[in-house]
């Protein structure tokens, strides 16, 4: 699988990535090396977790809306 990763530079010094395709998948690094070895472990951790889905009582609606 691969994955696009947008990479900054922090105004404060080091960098920190996102990870569009998985919103709040995001990180930071002192260097570029720490920055891709923390990126890693993000998209893992993101990737991992198990999302429970709320139980339907067939009265609510579901609505995707775009911000």
């Not at 919103?23 to 991992?48: D, H, K, M, R, W």
Request: glycine share 8%; charged share 25%; net charge negative.
């Amino acid at each position: 699988m691969k994955i696009k990763v947008v990479v900054h530079q922090a105004e404060e010094g080091g960098y920190w990535a996102e990870v569009p395709s998985i919103p709040g998948c995001a990180t930071q690094g002192e260097t570029f090396e720490e920055l891709l070895q923390n990126i890693y472990e993000a998209v893992e951790g993101c990737l991992s977790i198990d999302v429970v889905l709320p139980k339907s009582t067939g009265k609510e609606r579901i609505l995707e809306i775009a911000v």
